[in-house]
């Protein structure tokens, strides 16, 4: 656990960057940081590594102050990842990896040996190892800067906006492999992102900060949606603020029809959901039976409510294809059931 202690940082010419921030990081959860450009999110992540120090209150690991812990000595126990990777250019991706562990003073074959499981881990091919930083894509660098993070093994990652300089593609997929190894790692994380859907995304608990280093809101981000604290969060937040909510809200709770004909919930025209091996093949109408229209499906029970709304506006029916996690139908979510599942989400 990472606490915050009525922390302030007062930069020497007079800029209170951070001000008495209080806040907890739990152990094995992602605490984001998230806020506008110059509300001290930078200030307050290198406050906890002592790469900055604070100018008031106290920042504890596990109840220790780190003021009182030698720097290198909290660094060792602290992965650090920044935008843009921050790779040595002149070093091999292996030995970029290996950085922490050669400074430990692990013999070479070790650390190269963990530099190469850690390759794999964060999902690159074990040949991009004898390559320079410069012949990798912006994606795959940032990849190879969470696996020198990760080379020590340490509990804690501090991450500043790491996937910020990547196009969205790549950002989604390098957001999922962190998720995916944090499912694996659990590590105390602490993650600096100017941008709410990726905060939301990554997330356990999100910390909103406000210009002036101020916090205004943490909290999971299903209450930060449905109970944001004022009206900067709300702004924060964006429009899309009732769409979103709907993405933690299971699918699970739908009632299902699971007769696939004559689905009129849409209009007048009755609906009919064709299905081959068990899997959906498309909608056909009566006048045009012969015509097989797009479906949306959704993963019912494992995908949300957003996912389930999302496909329903892709059928022509109005209906959602429910399907399994092999992709075969298990029934029809129509747009009554979703009206009513709609209402209840809106009661909170
Ligand atoms: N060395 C410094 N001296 C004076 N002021 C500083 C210094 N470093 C940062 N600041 C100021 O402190 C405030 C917080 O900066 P910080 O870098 O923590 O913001 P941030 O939230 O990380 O912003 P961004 O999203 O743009 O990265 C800003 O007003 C910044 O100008
Ligand atoms: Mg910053």
New binding site residues.
């Given amino acids: 656990m990472i606490t915050f202690d009525a922390v302030t940082k007062r930069?020497?010419?007079g800029?209170v960057?951070?001000d008495r921030l209080d806040l907890e990081a739990p152990t094995g959860e992602i605490t984001v940081l998230v806020?506008?450009?110059?509300?001290?999110?930078?200030?307050?992540l290198r406050m906890i590594n002592r790469m900055i120090d604070a100018s008031e209150g106290q920042i504890l690991l596990d109840g220790t102050p780190v003021q009182g812990i030698d720097p290198p000595t909290l660094r060792r126990g602290i992965g650090y990842v920044i935008q843009q990777a921050g790779l040595f250019p002149h070093r091999k991706i292996v030995d970029n990896i290996a950085t922490v562990p050669y400074l430990l003073g692990w013999d070479k074959k070790k650390a190269r040996a963990r530099a190469m499981e850690l390759l794999e881990r964060v999902g690159l091919d074990p040949a991009l190892a004898g390559r320079y930083p410069f012949q990798l894509s912006g994606g795959q660098q940032q990849r190879v800067g969470v696996a020198r993070a990760l080379a020590a093994d340490p509990p804690v990652l501090l991450m500043?906006?790491p996937f910020s300089a990547v196009d969205p593609i790549v950002r989604t997929s390098l957001q999922d492999e962190l998720l995916r190894l944090q499912s694996e790692l659990n590590k105390t994380i602490v993650f600096?992102t100017?941008d709410i859907d990726e905060a939301i995304k990554l997330g356990d608990r999100v910390a909103v900060?406000r210009?002036g280093?101020k916090l205004a809101q943490i909290a999971a981000p299903k209450t930060l949606l449905s109970e944001p604290a004022d009206d900067f969060v709300k702004e924060f937040l964006g429009h899309d603020r009732g769409i979103r909510r709907l993405q933690f809200i299971s699918t699970g709770g739908l009632r299902l029809r699971t007769d696939l004909t004559g689905l009129t919930d849409a209009g007048d025209e009755p609906w009919r959901l064709v299905v081959e091996d068990g899997r959906p093949t498309g909608w056909v109408s009566r006048d045009r039976p012969d015509e097989l229209e797009p479906y949306g499906t959704f993963v019912y029970g494992r995908d949300s409510m957003r996912t389930a709304l999302d496909a329903a506006l892709l059928s022509p029916s109005g209906c959602a294809v429910a399907v399994d996690e092999q992709g075969k139908v298990v029934g029809v979510a129509t747009r009554e059931t979703l009206d009513q599942a709609l209402a209840e989400a809106a009661d909170g």
């Fill in positions: 930069y020497p010419d800029t960057a951070v806020g506008p450009s110059g509300c001290g999110k930078t200030t307050s500043d906006e600096v100017h900060l210009v280093g």
